[in-house]
């Protein structure tokens, strides 16, 4: 038994069965088309011999290619089974196209989907083309991509991804990807092939309870031209130095790490932050300040004062604010 996995999005076009099971595979061309049970059948287009994609929900259908053999045709009776996994992929949308000049920031990149986001991927051959394609790593799940600065016009796309039905409905266990229409980051002819990129970057303190410090201290991008950032303790970057292995910077502000702990005094942390390339980056290091937390009340003193003439004690409150 033959089967076939087919992607089907909004707007996909009907699929012609002779098209991905040919009669040639078989040697047998002199045969009728039908839907194997009444799901098949519903979905099955008999003038055109297609497959209606567009009104089918995901799951696996089976079609029957068959033969009396009568007349002139050569082959005798026979009959094949073929099986159809239709899965549905959700449409993502892609916004973004801009213009920008040499060392200039792009603007965030977002992606609209109810399906899976498998990846980003970057080409500089136009939106059209089936080859250069690069997959951006860590993008995985990524609704938004910061691109850096490209130094050269640039094109963004999204793939996502579809499964089966699930649910004993499948008969291949496939999946499907798709990829998006794509957007454009637009930029001179003459850019230079490394921007180094502009870093604003804060190192914040952290938090209190109850008069005692947290470890919740953070570094922070506040905005750069970079597309990627890796960090390090110290006043100098000590980490890994390839571009490959940075964090994506997914918008801002962006934490870059998290749960610090609460310095003595102070502590230093460089970030290298890239700009497409692993020779391409800039270093910028943040002081993170130690927190000294202050346990406040308002408490409110008191003096007793003894009266031994008519046997009594005075208690007078004293001011926080004033002392009297």
């Known amino acids: ?39 098949s059948s519903a979905i099955y287009n008999e003038c055109e011999v297609s497959i209606e994609t567009s009104s089918a929900p995901p799951g696996c259908y089976t079609f029957i290619r068959s033969s009396d053999g009568q007349g002139l045709k050569q082959c005798g009776a026979f009959t094949q089974t ?18 920008i000049d040499c060392g200039e920031a792009a603007t965030n990149l977002t ?16 939106c059209a083309a089936s080859a250069g394609w ?4 860590g993008t995985n799940g990524m609704a938004t991509y910061h691109p850096g600065s490209p130094t050269q016009t640039t094109y963004y796309r999204v793939v996502s991804s579809g499964t089966g039905a699930g649910d004993g409905n499948s008969c291949t266990g496939g999946g499907c990807e798709l990829a998006s229409d794509c957007v454009t980051v637009t930029t001179p002819d003459d850019c230079p092939t490394c921007v180094h990129p502009a870093v604003q970057a804060f190192a ?3 938090s209190c309870t109850d008069g005692i410090p947290n470890d919740d201290a953070y570094l922070q991008l506040s905005t750069t031209t970079g597309d990627r950032v890796a960090w390090s303790p110290g006043a100098t970057f000590s980490g890994n130095p390839d571009y490959t292995d940075a964090d994506v910077i997914g918008g801002f502000p962006f ?34 300040e130690e927190q000294l937390c202050v346990f406040s009340c308002e408490c409110v003193d008191y003096v007793y004062v003894n009266d031994p003439l008519l046997d009594l004690t005075h208690k007078f409150a004293i001011d926080p604010a004033t002392g009297g």
Do not use: K
């Not at 549905?88 to 973004?96: C, K, Q």
């Not at 399906?115 to 991927?121: C, D, K, P, V, Y």
């Open 1 to 39: 038994m033959a089967e076939q996995v087919v992607c089907a999005a909004n707007g996909t076009p009907n699929i012609f069965l002779n098209e991905i099971f040919p009669c040639s595979e078989g040697g047998i061309c002199e045969a009728q088309w039908a839907g194997a049970n009444a799901a």
């Open 255 to 288: 934490v870059v790490a998290n749960g610090l702990a609460n310095p003595i005094g102070q502590a230093s942390y460089t970030l290298r932050v890239f700009n497409g390339d692993t020779d391409c980056f800039a270093d910028v290091t943040v002081t993170l």
């Open 204 to 206: 914040l303190q952290s």
């Open 111 to 126: 992606a609209t989907t109810s399906g899976t986001i498998l990846r980003w991927e970057r080409n500089t051959n136009p």
């Open 82 to 99: 073929f099986n159809v996994e239709i899965v549905n992929v959700p449409e993502v949308m892609v916004s973004g196209d801009q213009t």
């Open 134 to 137: 690069v997959t951006i790593p």
